[in-house]
């Protein structure tokens, strides 16, 4: 399962049905090693890194049968829940690289922006990495997913579906650092632009 890559590069179709950039093909291709190098991934390790994309490998195991016998803290249990969802709720993404001499189809399967959500509020609500730039990532690599729910009719829906209390704990996070430290999750995004933004 992928989520996304932290240069957050995107491939877009051009105006007019043009087929994407040779950089956006590179992407792509990109994207189709790293699967393979995640499923041929077994020694267990953490990290992997391709054409110098780190690649974080999360373990995650079935879930139980009662919450009885989940994590009894709050984070704990958003770690064991959000990332088992992201695995079992990712969704297939068939892409087509075309170039002037080929026509190349792959299927890629990607985490839904409502499981990243809960990833990622784990991520940084338990960052125990001292560098704030660390944090600033986190910020951003979190409102990313809820703006894309937020322009999702039926987005925010879909968290009914998530096992056990899991949306309680997404609400949990919503909560604490959209609304209570809004101002601080604002000011950690800023500081993850390049330039940032001024406010006068």
């Known amino acids: 399962m992928l989520s996304h890559f932290r240069d957050r590069t995107q491939l877009t179709t ?12 590179r992407r792509v291709r990109q994207l189709v090693r790293l699967l393979a190098a995640t499923k041929a991934n077994s020694n267990g390790s953490k990290r992997i890194e ?8 999360m373990p995650t195991s079935p879930l139980p049968m009662t919450a009885e016998e989940l ?15 992201a695995l ?16 190349e189809p792959h299927t890629l399967v ?29 910020a951003l690599d979190l409102v990313r997913p809820i703006g894309d729910l937020v322009r999702a009719a039926a987005g925010a829906q879909q968290f009914s579906d998530a ?6 704990l997404v609400s949990l996070q919503t909560r604490r650092w ?11 995004i800023n500081l993850s632009l390049d330039p940032p933004m001024s406010c006068c």
């Open 178 to 188: 959209l609304i209570e430290d809004a101002t601080r999750t604002a000011r950690l």
């Open 71 to 85: 994590p009894n803290g709050e984070l704990d249990r958003l770690f064991v829940l959000g990332y088992r969802w």
């Open 50 to 57: 391709i054409d110098g994309v780190k690649v974080d490998v």
């Open 110 to 138: 990607f985490a839904t922006a409502q499981a990243l959500v809960a990833c990622k509020f784990h991520a940084i609500a338990d960052r125990r990495d001292a560098r704030r730039e660390k944090r600033e990532s986190d």
């Open 14 to 25: 051009r105006p007019g049905g043009c087929p994407p950039s040779g950089r956006g093909v």
């Open 88 to 103: 079992e709720s990712a969704e297939p993404v068939t892409v087509r690289v075309v170039t002037t001499t080929e026509s």
């Open 163 to 168: 096992p056990f209390d899991l949306a309680a």
